[in-house]
């Protein structure tokens, strides 16, 4: 089992995920976050179907980090109630978690 982690986020516009995700790497809080769209989302909102174009940011990073990667995503992010979803992945290669442990905070 590696200690590698994906945090999942959307934001609004490009610029927005383009601004997280430089805030995130220049704290050593993530090592990548790779920021792909745009994407269409459907989804209940107060009540009504709402549809959106949004941008997916994938961020990289470590277990321990994890509560302080969270609380700086909810920080910085222009939602109200964004969407952050942190999965463990299973398997990675070993060179690529040592690149990116070493990128991260101590």
Do not use: F, N
Not at 19 to 43: E, F, K, M, W
Request: net charge negative.
């Amino acid at each position: 089992m590696s200690e590698i982690i994906e945090l999942t986020t959307t934001t609004e516009t490009q610029a927005q995920a383009q601004l997280l995700a430089r805030q995130l790497v220049d704290s050593r809080l993530a090592a990548c976050v790779q920021i792909t769209g745009p994407i269409d989302s459907i989804y209940r909102w107060q009540g009504q179907v709402c549809e959106a174009r949004e941008y997916r940011c994938t961020v990289k990073s470590i277990k321990r980090l994890s509560q302080q990667l969270v609380q700086e995503v909810v920080r910085q992010h222009p939602y109200e109630t964004p969407e952050i979803l942190v999965v463990d992945i299973a398997h990675c290669s070993d060179a690529y978690a040592q690149w990116l442990v070493s990128q991260v905070q101590p």
